[in-house]
């Protein structure tokens, strides 16, 4: 089963763009939110991961998830992707979206 990954505090306490997110073993990260693509009438969030000390060696890293409502709270909720060629399309709009966004 896909692995759900919960926002844990209010986005107000948290800088603008910055996501904070809890995984099923309650190691919590910080992301920066870079957007948000629709591929086959999905919503995928791109995050790139804050740079730490733990972390250098993953620098630029960025992290697909799909956004699904939670049934208990119809909160948005975030969802590893698990089909590796979705992830990669999505992944290869994101770049191709940069790379406008570039061009201009």
Known sequence: MADDIKNNIPEEELPEGIVELTDED???????????????????????????????????????LKIEKDPETD????????????????????VAMMDEEEDE
């Open 26 to 64: 309650g190691v919590t990260s910080q992301f920066e939110y870079l957007t948000t693509i629709e591929y086959e009438n999905e919503l995928y969030v791109v995050l790139m991961m804050l740079e730490d000390e733990e972390h250098d060696d993953e620098e630029g890293e960025v992290l697909i």
């Open 75 to 94: 909160e948005d909720i975030y969802v590893t992707v698990e089909d590796e060629a979705v992830s990669q399309a999505v992944f290869n709009q994101f």
